[in-house]
């Protein structure tokens, strides 16, 4: 099984960022994924979730208006579009597979977003 993401990187105070998690070796259209971050000194909090049925939504309170979650089952891919992005979303952007139906859970290693002017 992996979690592979991409597309972290330092951005500007207001600009864009859009994650990318590739996935293998499990029925990625079955897992709900989600993005968690965590920032320096700070615990890992949760970010935004997309399910594996209809493809519904939830978000953080934090990242409402700014994020948006998206899934790929064709490609094993869920994306996290980063706008608006403020100093306090600097962190470590983790990626999460889980299907509670069978207990199976699975994280990626993580990529670093920096805002910052």
């Known amino acids: 099984v992996q979690l592979v993401e991409s597309g972290g990187g330092l951005v500007q105070p207001g600009g864009s960022l859009r994650l990318s998690c590739a996935a293998s070796?499990?029925?990625?259209?079955?897992?709900?994924m989600s993005w968690y971050r965590q920032g320096p000194g700070k615990e890992r909090e949760l970010v935004a979730t997309?399910?594996?049925?209809?493809?519904?939504?939830n978000y953080a309170d934090f990242v409402k208006g700014r994020f948006t979650i998206s899934r790929d089952n064709a490609k094993n891919t869920v994306y996290l579009q980063m706008n608006s992005l403020k100093p306090e979303d600097t962190a470590v952007y983790y990626c999460y597979a889980s299907y509670r139906l069978i207990s199976r859970a699975y994280w990626g290693q993580g990529t670093q977003v920096t805002v910052s002017s």
């Open positions: 997309i399910f594996s049925v209809g493809g519904s939504a």
């Open positions: 070796g499990f029925t990625f259209s079955r897992y709900a």
